[in-house]
């Protein structure tokens, strides 16, 4: 099976503090994500990745930046936390041979940031 | 108008029963995908459609191209099945757009 890690199932950092979220898959997948998941907002894109160094702008990317230097590793990071940052995330990876599936999450990190 | 929406938003059943969750997008799509989240946040992805129908055990999932409607139908529901299913479509390349989920609760 695919897996998809992320380093931290919780998180509590200080305001203006430089946060790194990890993710890791083991299938070799070329299409990486992170989104976050807010109460009456579901899931928005953050950033993703199609391939190593290649990065791409969501929905929602003020704040954040990432770093695919290998392309196992997709890593997410806020470069000043606020307090407006403190959410779910959680990491995807695309199969583009496309099983029944094509998606893999991790489990989620919850950033509360103080 | 969102461009994804599910409903209903809350579903209670009993224990049994058979459970329909709906699905309307409103863009053009290259394929749609069910997703199940349980409390803890991970999220699992269920199918992956672009026409047709797929079964997996005691879940079924439709969707009509024409008519931009898909369902997630879950036979004999169990209290295991208690999550948010979450409906999500793909749309320019390999993004989602996804709708805000639905709550189902399965009592015993």
């Known amino acids: 099976d695919v897996k998809v890690t992320q380093s931290s199932r919780y998180l509590v950092k200080r305001t203006g503090e430089k946060v790194f979220l990890e993710c890791v898959q083991d299938?070799?997948?070329?299409?990486m994500f992170w989104y976050r998941q807010d109460p009456g907002l579901g899931l928005r894109l953050i950033y993703f990745?199609?391939?190593?160094?290649?990065?791409e702008k969501g929905d929602i990317p003020e704040g954040y930046s990432v770093s695919r230097e290998k392309k196992e590793r997709f890593s997410l990071i806020l470069e000043s936390a606020s307090t407006n940052q403190t959410s779910m995330y959680l990491c995807?990876?695309?199969?583009?041979?496309?099983?029944?599936?094509?998606?893999?999450f991790g489990s989620g990190t919850r950033l509360t940031v103080v | 108008k969102n461009e994804v929406e599910q409903s209903p938003q809350n579903l209670t059943a009993q224990e049994g029963e058979f459970i329909t969750i709906n699905c309307s997008y409103s863009?053009?799509?290259?394929?749609l995908h069910w997703l199940q989240q349980h409390p803890g946040g991970g999220i699992v992805s269920l199918f992956m459609?672009?026409?047709g129908k797929k079964k997996h055990g005691r879940l079924i999932a439709t969707i009509n191209i024409q008519e931009k409607h898909s369902s997630l139908h879950i036979t004999a529901s169990h209290p295991r099945d208690s999550a948010v299913y979450i409906c999500?479509?793909?749309?320019?390349?390999?993004?989602?757009?996804f709708g805000e989920g639905t709550q189902l609760t399965v009592n015993p």
């Open positions: 995807a990876s695309l199969d583009r041979g496309l099983g029944n599936y094509g998606y893999t």
């Open positions: 999500a479509v793909q749309t320019s390349g390999s993004r989602l757009t």
């Open positions: 299938m070799d997948h070329e299409n």
């Open positions: 459609l672009s026409s």
């Open positions: 863009v053009g799509i290259s394929a």
């Open positions: 990745s199609y391939d190593v160094k290649m990065k």
